[in-house]
């Protein structure tokens, strides 16, 4: 599919700037050589669309024998999608899926009412030294969806939309944006998109979502003369019309948004919820422990061990 330039706005002036409603610089967590960062949730904005949580993970470089053992652990009401730029990441959850994930791809997990999952480098992984940076994000569940059963979903990197021309290559991961659609069902309006940008290329927002917002991966870009670089991310005013421009070394950017949300979610550990009396029944059922009969299930293939609750 080729890039429609007709779509191209042109670069916001003067008072356009203002259609920046916020910037968001992520907070660093060092987890042990491997370093996260984390846009979302902030103080200055709980959700973009339904995204509700969005991490950058590494980049980090893992020698002979040493990776990631993120043991299974618990999720309600909400959906996680994983997206990989560089190595691969071993999915298994409680409803038996295994599922190696691979630059390109896009990976989602509907949560629902419960599900488990653990994500390792393990096995061949471990083989060699290798190098592991990838995108983490959550988008809430509507209010009428919130219970529904747990489900996978994954497409391939060549089954994704790629879009180019006037120096940009644009990958969708998830929803629609710019008249192409992945073929994946969504619990709510999405988009979600990768884009490299050769320097000084230009790439509008797609203006049919409400909320829109682009996080920077590497490089650089101007809007309305305003230079914003990698590890920052920017929420737009709805209903404006607004395109960034990549800098003199070009950029890579992650292109996020949808719908707005029906109302705040609360957040304890890796819970979503619309209300506090959701998160304590999963609270008790995860401390409970009754893999055999409760709402949550372990892993099959990786039920050894799981991540105890937070006493808070």
Known sequence: MSWNPALDPSIPIGDAVDSIATVIVPRARDLGGFEVRRALPAPQRQMVGPFIFFDQMGPAEFLTGQGIDVRPHPHIGLATVTYLLRGKMHHRDS???????????????????????????????????????????????????????????????????????????????????????????????????????????????????????????????????????????????????????????????????????DGPRHIWWNFVASSKERIDAAKEAWRAGDWAHGRFRLPPGDDGEFIPAPER
Request: aromatic share 6%; net charge negative.
């Open 95 to 261: 409803l038996g899926t295994d599922q190696w994930i691979e630059p390109g791809a896009m990976n989602l997990m509907l949560a629902g009412h419960g599900i488990t999952h653990s994500e390792r480098t393990d096995g061949p992984m471990r083989a060699a030294p290798y190098g592991l940076f990838g995108l983490q994000t959550w988008l809430a569940l509507p209010k009428d969806q919130e219970d529904d059963p747990a489900a996978f979903r994954h497409a391939a990197a060549e089954a994704l939309p790629e879009l180019e021309g006037e120096g940009k290559t644009v990958r969708l991961i998830l929803g629609t944006a710019w008249g192409a659609r992945v073929d994946v069902p969504t619990p709510s309006e999405v988009f979600y998109a990768d884009a490299t940008l050769a320097p000084r290329a230009a790439i509008p927002l797609p203006d049919e979502h409400e909320d829109r917002g682009v996080y920077v991966l590497s490089g650089a870009v101007t809007v309305a003369g305003q230079t914003f670089p990698a590890g920052q991310m920017l929420v737009f005013r709805p209903g404006d019309r607004v395109s960034l421009k990549a800098g003199e070394d070009g950029a890579r950017i992650m292109l996020l948004g949808g719908a707005t949300m």
